[in-house]
């Protein structure tokens, strides 16, 4: 087994060097598209954490470290649903493990809903409920309605943020498509200086 490592790794090198070289030739907007594709669900992931924390900091009164707050819950969503989506679809698309236009919209679509859209939901009540108490904006639970509290609490907000989770899910799923279609027309293009007979 340990044999075929270097082969894999120097094999894996070469299909990453001939994807790269190929995407380079394509238009500027699209190679735009493939390279910044995970900053776009970074972006997307950010404005998530910032409505979320905003119906949370409502829901909870409070008013106090609106920057505090507000830059974390931009901040991290942002960094995990960038790092997250280049990670999980556009390296395997770069290096050729990941081949089949369903499984690139499947898995693209699941990093803009977990990473995208529920994580800054979900990361939004420590956050929030850190700062309630640490301000007693709220009435907070007693430690055995912990659970029931904060579900009761963020059911509203998940109501509210069904759509901008939906959005992003759908957003980074047409985003794989399109990654996905640039690659195999990259792929199709000639190889620079070698003409066509």
């Known amino acids: ?20 070289r190929k995407i380079s030739q394509l238009p500027e907007a699209e190679r735009n598209l493939f390279e910044n594709g995970s900053a776009y669900i970074g972006l997307n992931a ?25 830059l974390p819950m931009a901040v991290i969503p942002f960094l995990t649903a960038h790092a997250s989506y280049k990670g999980f679809v556009s390296l395997p698309l770069n290096t050729g493990d990941l081949n089949c236009e369903t499984c690139t919209i499947t898995r693209s679509g699941l990093v803009g809903l977990v990473f995208g859209g529920l994580y800054p939901v ?52 047409y985003l794989g498509s399109r990654q996905y279609k640039l690659i195999i027309k990259a792929l199709q293009l000639p190889e620079p200086g070698l003409e066509i007979q």
């Open 1 to 20: 087994m340990e044999n075929h490592e270097p082969h894999d790794t120097a094999k894996e090198n070469l299909i990453f060097n001939i994807i790269t």
């Open 122 to 173: 979900f990361l939004a009540i420590p956050v929030n409920g850190g700062l309630a108490a640490r301000y007693e904006s709220a009435l907070l639970p007693e430690k055995g309605n912990i659970l029931t509290y904060w579900t009761r609490i963020s059911k509203p907000v998940f109501r509210k943020m069904l759509f901008p989770i939906l959005l992003q899910t759908v957003f980074a799923a």
């Open 46 to 70: 950010a404005l998530c954490g910032l409505i979320a924390n905003s119906l949370f900091r409502r829901i909870l009164n409070v008013t106090q470290a609106r920057i505090a707050a507000g």
